[in-house]
T-cell receptor
Framework: TQLLEQSPQFLSIQEGENLTVYCNSSSVFSSLQWYRQEPGEGPVLLVTVVTGGEVKKLKRLTFQFGDARKDSSLHITAAQPGDTGLYLCAGLNAGGTSYGKLTFGQGTILTVHP | SQTIHQWPATLVQPVGSPLSLECTVEGTSNPNLYWYRQAAGRGLQLLFYSVGIGQISSEVPQNLSASRPQDRQFILSSKKLLLSDSGFYLC?????????????FGDGTRLSIL
């Protein structure tokens, strides 16, 4: 069974601060996806990283995939109250019979105070 | 464009009653379909996935079952609900055939068992 350890579970910061969320595994994933979820809604995809060492930027958000494709990080610069939400990492299982199954981390609840 | 519809949004059921949650996808053919359960503010646990009509794989033993009577219809059912079945249920789809495809989620059903 593949596991993704996501940390921290909770993050409460002031507007303008920087933060980093981590996802770590002992397993290799074919890709790593990051989602953001608002209360009462389904998760929405932010980014997919595929290549080991890949870095993708989405405005103030920077996503990195580890060289060995076992870990990933999300860094937010100058956080704003609108960034508040649940952030989820999810690893796509490598292998031809995986049928696109995702392994989700436990989630990080981010609260940005004005 | 593709859309996913999940209903009802909220459901309150007594213990021992049956359950039927429905999910339909529009704008795509032969998608992979998934049912997840999510504890409050936490990651998603995969319950069932399907790669085609009548093809259902169960991830965890439980009191629930799933069916796919049509290509873009996925149903989550139970004959007798337990208190432990309470939770937030999410349906998702991805492009069929594997690969590094993201999953697209419905808005979920909040199920409360009394």
């Amino acid at each position: 069974t593949q596991l993704l350890e996501q940390s921290p579970q909770f993050l409460s910061i002031q507007e303008g601060e920087n933060l980093t969320v981590y996802c770590n595994s002992s397993s290799v994933f074919s890709s790593l996806q990051w989602y953001r979820q608002e209360p009462g809604e389904g998760p929405v995809l932010l980014v997919t990283v595929v290549t080991g060492g890949e870095v993708k930027k989405l405005k103030r958000l920077t996503f990195q995939f580890g060289d060995a494709r076992k870990d990933s990080s999300l860094h937010i610069t100058a956080a704003q109250p609108g960034d508040t939400g649940l952030y989820l990492c999810a690893g796509l299982n490598a292998g031809g019979t995986s049928y696109g199954k995702l392994t989700f981390g436990q989630g990080t609840i981010l609260t940005v105070h004005p | 464009s593709q859309t996913i519809h999940q209903w009802p949004a909220t459901l309150v059921q007594p213990v021992g009653s049956p359950l039927s949650l429905e999910c339909t996808v529009e704008g795509t053919s032969n998608p992979n379909l998934y049912w997840y359960r999510q504890a409050a503010g936490r990651g998603l646990q995969l319950l069932f996935y399907s790669v085609g009509i009548g093809q259902i794989s169960s991830e965890v033993p439980q009191n629930l079952s799933a069916s796919r009577p049509q290509d873009r219809q996925f149903i989550l059912s139970s004959k007798k609900l337990l208190l432990s079945d309470s939770g937030f249920y999410l349906c998702a789809w991805s492009v069929g055939g594997g690969g590094n495809q993201p999953q697209h989620f419905g808005d979920g059903t909040r199920l409360s068992i009394l």
